[in-house]
């Protein structure tokens, strides 16, 4: 195997280890990544209204996407803690298909990227969404989540491709 082919998280014992970035240049890095929790239109109105039973959910989904990216390294084995710079999370409700769109946004100046923190960040608020409104729709899916957008770095810019459709 090339050393281009091989998988950086993995060392010549094929055993995994923690990737040295210390030789990396410090770059600005950014990382956009996004998801979707369906639900059923009931829900969604409930959420819209602000009657949901644990309270302000939108707020909390939130707060909880933003602690998340923020602590990614303890959560996603050999992720290199990082000082992010920003991490925002927007919520956007959605009536066809009915649910909340969730868009997370990472930044931080270092030697590696976002990418997992902003898929963390997005990963977490779903599920807050989903804990939050379980007592009104245990079918809610969670879904669609993916990097949408990824800039810095040795390896460059990249932007996913639209989403297909959904199939449901």
Request: aromatic share 2%; with cysteine; charged share 25%.
């Amino acid at each position: 195997m090339t050393k281009s082919s091989r998988l950086s998280h993995v060392n010549e014992a094929g055993e995994a280890h923690m990737v040295d970035v210390s030789d990396k240049p410090v770059t600005a890095r950014t990382a956009i990544a996004e998801g979707f929790v369906a639900m059923k239109p009931e829900t969604l109105a409930l959420l819209k209204r602000g009657d949901a039973p644990k309270g302000d959910v939108l707020a909390t989904a939130r707060i909880a996407g933003i602690m998340a990216a923020k602590r990614t390294h303890e959560l996603i084995p050999l992720c290199h803690p990082l000082a992010l710079a920003k991490a925002t999370v927007d919520l956007e409700t959605n009536s066809g298909p009915p649910g909340v769109r969730v868009v997370a946004e990472v930044k931080t100046t270092g030697r590696t990227g976002v990418e997992m923190e902003a898929l963390t960040a997005v990963s977490v608020t779903c599920l807050t969404l989903y804990d939050m409104l379980k007592a009104v729709d245990r079918a809610m899916i969670l879904e669609r989540i993916r990097l949408i957008e990824k800039s810095g770095g040795r390896s460059g810019d990249c932007r996913a491709e639209p989403a297909p459709e959904r199939s449901s």
